[in-house]
């Protein structure tokens, strides 16, 4: 079945950087969209970024343009959001999603000094 598992989050000062990972399984990574969410605390979850299957095509928030990029590896199934600049209310957890409705269980990302 298939199984999304993100990995990479933790605490950040502001200003700094990561890389978040989700491993995707069961399915044939290269033939889907994939996106990555992240939900900031009281808040609903939110789109952060979009990346084509084949084209490679990426779209973001605005909130984030120009400081996050979507990354993928076809070839390790493998998903990354390489986030830089990072800002207090970036502060969330991130999700790894493929339609229709696979979600990972998320990694937490906080942004404190």
């Known amino acids: 079945q298939v199984q999304l598992v993100e990995s990479g989050g933790g605490l950040v000062q502001p200003g700094g950087s990561l890389r978040l990972s989700c491993a995707a399984s069961g399915f044939t990574f290269s033939n889907y969209l994939m996106s990555w969410y992240r939900q900031p605390p009281g808040k609903e979850r939110e789109l952060v970024a979009v990346?084509?299957?084949?084209?490679?095509?990426?779209n973001y928030a605005d909130s984030v343009k120009g400081r996050f990029t979507i990354i993928r590896d076809n070839a390790k199934s493998t998903l990354y959001l390489q986030m830089s600049s990072l800002k207090p209310e970036d502060t969330a957890v991130y999700y790894c999603?493929?339609?229709?409705?696979?979600w990972g269980k998320g990694t937490q990302v906080t942004v404190s000094s």
């Open positions: 990346i084509m299957p084949t084209t490679g095509s990426t």
């Open positions: 999603y493929r339609s229709p409705n696979h």
